[in-house]
């Protein structure tokens, strides 16, 4: 009986063995793959690669891209941080990570952009995508477009969080390089990416690397992605002094050793990295190449629409006359002239620079007041300008200037002949006196690219955004590349169509 009973034992003990070697080696084969990459990101320099070009399942890292494509359809004006976004069922019925949207309901873009950045919820990404191209397939194509256009050339997307799906691959070389451009395209948002928590509207959100984030020094991002197909991901950013490294994984085994992988890399590029080297900022995709494959009609809230970049113009009307009485007054900072002439330009160009300065169209604060909200191309109420005398008189560095009895010309229209109906912006201030000097500043300093510009401070809820208006593409797009180089944060501003 006994031996009966130790046979029987031994026979169990032997079909569990079997089913759990069953049960463990298909998960142990099925292991994501592992690839890795570190690069410098102020020169695109690769420190390290490891299976750096294999296409693989990026999971959320897939965000980085529909974030992206949001801070530009928020740059081109095709939608707002505050648009109310009405969500789709589609976008209610993702599966977690996810903010817990429900269909019907609205939420402003804002919240679902913290919400894809931080929780890395999966139903907020799919509303940002429908609310900017009206379809999550419409918004994959434009995905695909500005990857593309970035040189991702391993990459496809299908889809705007990044879930298993068929044929939706990428590179750990391709999502470091899309990691950098949102580093370097849009410095204005990138703060989303460290943010320990947020503010998502409906929920207080954590970040889903936060760990990462308080134990590595100057780690501020960027984003992390796990699915059974992928493995544990990420794409993580730190900056300490004047170096910043960019290090990807592909195919963590958790999240501890992806994190601990990551931390071995990451020292390894501060390591190999220089100290002092020029930055040399990726260049931003072209704006039309972003915009092209938009062709559905959002219904949600959002544009969704085409913009082509054109410089035709259907029509043309001639300004009526306007009557000449009560013209503003000019008022000229002297002190300010002078002492920006001092610090910007040399003594040889005063006289022209300031020549354009005060010839430049100059809107006063009553004309502000009138038109708080008014945009680029807006005809503003205001008198005709009178006649410009046959001399100027100019401020000297010496010595502070006369005072000019010339009323001054007041910009009443922009015109959008030749595709001259873009701009740039360099900030928004505080005060109209902050915005007015950085403008006057910046206007000396590039000459060659503004020239022809119109300075304009436009008062929002927030401050006094100063932009240069009246370009063409090519001229803000050149314009903002080198002002960048100076170090000067710029945007584009596009056109009204």
Not at 249 to 271: H, K, P
Request: glycine share 8%; with cysteine; net charge positive.
């Amino acid at each position: 009986m006994a031996s009966r009973l130790k046979q029987c034992a031994y026979g169990v003990t032997l079909f569990l063995f079997s089913v759990l070697v069953t049960v463990i080696a298909p998960v142990q084969s099925a292991a994501a793959p592992y690839a890795a990459m570190v690069m410098d990101a102020r020169t695109g320099e690769v420190l390290h690669s490891r299976n750096a070009d294999t296409r693989l399942h990026p999971a959320s890292l897939t965000k980085m891209m529909t974030l992206y494509i949001a801070f530009q359809a928020i740059q081109r004006g095709e939608i707002t941080l505050d648009t109310e976004v009405r969500i789709t069922s589609n976008a209610a019925s993702e599966p977690p990570s996810k903010l817990g949207l429900r269909s019907g309901q609205t939420i402003k873009l804002r919240y679902l952009l913290r919400a894809a950045a931080v929780k890395s919820a999966n139903d907020a990404a799919t509303a940002i995508g429908e609310a900017i191209s009206g379809s999550e397939s419409a918004f994959a194509t434009r995905m695909n477009r500005t990857a593309a256009a970035m040189g991702m050339t391993n990459t496809t997307f299908k889809n705007a969080h990044g879930l298993t799906q068929s044929g939706h691959m990428s590179t750990a070389r391709d999502m470091s390089v899309l990691g950098r451009h949102v580093i370097y395209d849009f410095p204005q948002y990138y703060n989303l990416f460290s943010r320990i928590s947020a503010d998502a509207g409906v929920a207080r959100v954590a970040h889903t690397n936060r760990r990462f984030l308080n134990a590595y020094e100057g780690a501020d991002g960027i984003k992390t992605g796990y699915t059974r197909a992928a493995g544990f991901n990420l794409v993580a950013s730190a900056q300490r002094g004047q170096e910043r490294i960019i290090a990807t994984v592909f195919g963590g085994s958790s999240t501890a050793a992806r994190n601990a992988r990551i931390t071995e890399l990451m020292d390894m590029g501060f390591q190999r990295a220089p100290s002092n080297v020029r930055v040399n900022e990726p260049t931003p995709p072209a704006a039309n190449t972003l915009v092209s494959s938009n062709g559905t009609a959002a219904t949600n809230g959002g544009s969704g629409k085409t913009i082509r970049v054109t410089g035709l113009v259907q029509a043309s009307l001639r300004p009526q006359s306007r009557p000449a009485a009560d013209a503003p007054q000019l008022d000229v900072n002297t002190d300010l002239i002078a002492s920006l002439l001092a610090e910007t330009v040399d003594t040889d160009s005063i006289d022209t620079a300031l020549s354009e300065a005060l010839g430049d169209a100059v809107l006063t604060e009553s004309a502000f007041e009138a038109t708080p909200n008014a945009e680029a191309g807006e005809v503003l109420s205001a008198p005709a300008p009178q006649a410009r005398p046959a001399e100027l008189i100019t401020a000297s560095v010496q010595g502070p200037a006369q005072e000019v009895q010339a009323a001054p010309e007041v910009v009443t229209r922009i015109s959008t002949s030749g595709g001259r109906h873009w701009g740039v912006n360099v900030g928004r201030y505080p005060s109209r006196y902050a915005a007015e000097r950085v403008l006057l500043k910046v206007a000396l300093n590039e000459m060659t690219t503004l020239d022809g510009s119109l300075r304009r401070v436009v008062q929002r809820s927030g401050g006094f955004d100063a932009n240069f208006m009246g370009l063409t593409r090519e001229g803000a797009d050149l314009a903002c590349r080198r002002l960048q180089a100076r170090g000067t944060s710029c945007f584009m501003i596009g056109s009204d169509s």
